[in-house]
């Protein structure tokens, strides 16, 4: 009777990595941690309601996270002196601290119902989730049990994230080279349903673009004019932001698609996606059928929070979301 659990152990042991996945449960804190769910619920829309560019903050730091290293915390690492962290590559600067701060909040309140049980990359996945469907976007589920990432290096980044004036195929081969299709990484953009982005993403579509045109000519006149107006001192102030979705900026919604067809998209790969032959089709999809990107959004998302995500001894559940346990604070 001894032999089948034991046999089963040595063979769990050595499942590969890409298994690890199949480890996670949504009910895995159900008996060590049971308030988790309704703790993060709690937290999560508190930070909302106070803090309302919330939900977009850590839709993308969650981004940022799973593209580097996959879900597994390792952006929320603060650096020190013998190590410069994800969070301090130059990709990751603008994050909001907002973001940084729910995590930090919820882990606070975990860590006094049931200490050392709850990973900071679970918390990361499930405030996502709770945040998309708080601000009216689709609900998915997140399963549980990820280990928080024994690593956090800077150079890492760069060449994991894709930037705002890539070239849509070096975009679209990064995407491919993580499992994600094109019509998932169209699908996971419309992200951007919320949100700012500071003048300088775009900068470079309003002021000297080219030779016969001040102004990118694919804008439409009044946006690229109120955009002019509103960026017009970003070198000096570099906070200057606009609305990702200039027509429902707080809303999940399908909109960052409709605007993308009227000009109104305000990144470079903004406009890309809505003309180029590999991903129109995808964004004709989702402007004209709500149910269509709300679904492949939330396939995608559980995709995404599943990325190369670590269990067992391939990580650990930190204490403090900003240092690795091993780390004399
Ligand atoms: C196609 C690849 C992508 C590029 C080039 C890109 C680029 C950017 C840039 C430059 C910003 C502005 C950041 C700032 O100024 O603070 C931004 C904002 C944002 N992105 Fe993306 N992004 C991409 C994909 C994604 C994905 C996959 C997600 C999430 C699933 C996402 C979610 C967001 C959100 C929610 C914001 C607003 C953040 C805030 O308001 O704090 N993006 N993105
Ligand atoms: C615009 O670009 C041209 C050519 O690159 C350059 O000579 C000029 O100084 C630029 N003007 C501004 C305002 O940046
Ligand atoms: C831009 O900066 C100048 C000088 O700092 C200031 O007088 C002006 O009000 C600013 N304009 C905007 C739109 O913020
Ligand atoms: C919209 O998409 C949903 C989900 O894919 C599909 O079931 C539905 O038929 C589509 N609606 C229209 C009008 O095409």
Same mark, same amino acid.
């Given at each position: 009777?001894?032999?089948?659990?034991?046999?089963?152990?040595?063979?769990?042991?050595?499942?590969?990595?890409?298994?690890?996945?199949?480890?996670?449960?949504?009910?895995?804190?159900?008996?060590?941690?049971?308030?988790? #769910?309704?703790?993060?619920?709690? !937290?999560?829309?508190?930070?909302?309601?106070?803090?309302?560019?919330?939900?977009?903050?850590?839709?993308?730091?969650?981004?940022?996270? =799973?593209?580097?290293?996959? =879900?597994?915390?390792?952006?929320?690492?603060?650096?020190?002196?013998?190590?410069?962290?994800?969070?301090?590559?130059?990709?990751?600067?603008?994050?909001?601290?907002?973001?940084?701060?729910? !995590?930090?909040?919820?882990?606070?309140?975990?860590?006094?119902? =049931?200490?050392?049980?709850?990973?900071?990359?679970?918390?990361?996945?499930?405030?996502?989730?709770?945040?998309?469907?708080?601000?009216?976007?689709?609900?998915?589920?997140?399963?549980?049990?990820?280990?928080?990432?024994?690593?956090?290096?800077?150079?890492?980044?760069?060449?994991?994230?894709?930037?705002?004036?890539?070239?849509?195929?070096?975009?679209?081969?990064?995407?491919?080279?993580?499992?994600?299709?094109?019509?998932?990484?169209?699908?996971?953009?419309?992200?951007?349903?919320?949100?700012?982005?500071?003048?300088?993403?775009?900068?470079?579509?309003?002021?000297?673009?080219?030779?016969?045109?001040?102004?990118?000519?694919?804008?439409?006149?009044?946006?690229?004019?109120?955009?002019?107006?509103?960026?017009?001192?970003?070198?000096?102030?570099?906070?200057?932001?606009?609305?990702?979705?200039?027509?429902?900026?707080?809303?999940?919604?399908?909109?960052?698609? #409709?605007?993308?067809?009227?000009?109104?998209?305000?990144?470079?790969?903004?406009?890309?996606?809505?003309?180029?032959?590999?991903?129109?089709?995808?964004?004709?999809?989702?402007?004209?059928?709500?149910?269509?990107?709300? #679904?492949?959004?939330?396939?995608?998302?559980?995709?995404?929070?599943?990325?190369? !995500?670590?269990?067992?001894?391939?990580?650990?559940?930190?204490?403090?979301?900003?240092?690795?346990?091993?780390?004399?604070?």
């Amino acid at each position: 009777m001894a032999a089948p659990p034991l046999l089963l152990l040595a063979f769990l042991t050595f499942l590969p990595f890409s298994f690890s996945q199949s480890k996670l449960s949504p009910d895995y804190y159900s008996k060590t941690c049971p308030q988790f #769910q309704e703790t993060m619920g709690h !937290v999560v829309s508190e930070k909302q309601s106070t803090s309302p560019n919330t939900a977009a903050a850590v839709l993308r730091l969650f981004f940022h996270d =799973c593209a580097v290293e996959g =879900c597994d915390g390792s952006i929320l690492i603060s650096s020190t002196s013998f190590n410069k962290a994800e969070r301090d590559a130059e990709p990751n600067l603008l994050l909001p601290g907002d973001a940084f701060d729910v !995590v930090v909040r919820a882990k606070t309140a975990l860590e006094l119902q =049931c200490p050392g049980i709850v990973s900071c990359s679970d918390i990361l996945a499930t405030a996502v989730r709770d945040l998309v469907s708080m601000v009216g976007g689709p609900k998915y589920s997140v399963p549980l049990g990820r280990k928080d990432g024994l690593e956090s290096n800077a150079a890492r980044v760069e060449g994991n994230l894709p930037s705002p004036t890539m070239p849509l195929s070096k975009i679209i081969s990064l995407y491919a080279s993580k499992g994600f299709s094109v019509q998932e990484m169209v699908a996971l953009a419309g992200a951007r349903t919320i949100g700012f982005s500071q003048c300088k993403e775009f900068s470079n579509r309003l002021f000297n673009f080219s030779k016969s045109s001040d102004s990118d000519p694919a804008y439409s006149h009044k946006y690229a004019e109120a955009l002019k107006k509103l960026c017009a001192n970003y070198t000096q102030d570099p906070s200057m932001s606009a609305y990702n979705d200039v027509m429902t900026p707080e809303k999940f919604d399908n909109m960052y698609y #409709q605007n993308l067809q009227k000009g109104l998209g305000l990144l470079s790969v903004d406009q890309d996606l809505a003309v180029d032959e590999r991903t129109k089709p995808f964004v004709d999809l989702y402007a004209s059928n709500s149910t269509a990107f709300f #679904q492949d959004f939330a396939l995608a998302m559980e995709k995404l929070s599943v990325y190369k !995500v670590k269990t067992d001894r391939e990580g650990e559940v930190r204490r403090r979301c900003d240092h690795f346990n091993n780390v004399n604070l």
